[in-house]
């Protein structure tokens, strides 16, 4: 079974940084797609940012310029670097994979952006 477990949220003031890892068990070149959504409350769960096992990424509108997302290969890893942080980004983040034939969530990881 493919675990995803992210570290890294809490709560920073705006125009602060945070930076999210999530370490999948298993090999990442596995993964044809890796990535990062978030929930807000009373909201539905939207794209944040995508890495594809090329290399290319993607990134949602509102956080483009903010975020970057990037892997280490050698430790299974993604990771999102979010500089510029505003209110709106307060969310729960989760990571996400997808391979053929699987798609995988982590549990989760809180952010809160408020003075």
């Known amino acids: 079974q493919v675990q995803l477990v992210e570290s890294g949220g809490g709560l920073v003031q705006p125009g602060g940084s945070l930076g999210l890892s999530c370490a999948i068990s298993?090999?990442?070149?596995?993964?044809?797609?890796m990535g990062w959504f978030r929930q807000a409350p009373g909201k539905q769960r939207e794209l944040v940012a995508t890495?594809?096992?090329?290399?290319?990424?993607a990134y949602a509108d509102s956080v483009k310029g903010r975020f970057t997302i990037y892997r280490d290969n050698a430790k299974n890893t993604v990771y999102l670097q979010m500089n510029n942080l505003k209110p709106e980004d307060t969310a729960v983040y989760y990571c996400?994979?997808?391979?053929?034939?699987?798609?995988?969530w982590g549990q989760g990881t809180q952010v809160t952006v408020s003075s």
């Open positions: 996400h994979a997808q391979r053929s034939g699987g798609i995988y």
């Open positions: 298993t090999n990442i070149f596995s993964m044809r797609l």
């Open positions: 890495i594809i096992s090329g290399g290319n990424t």
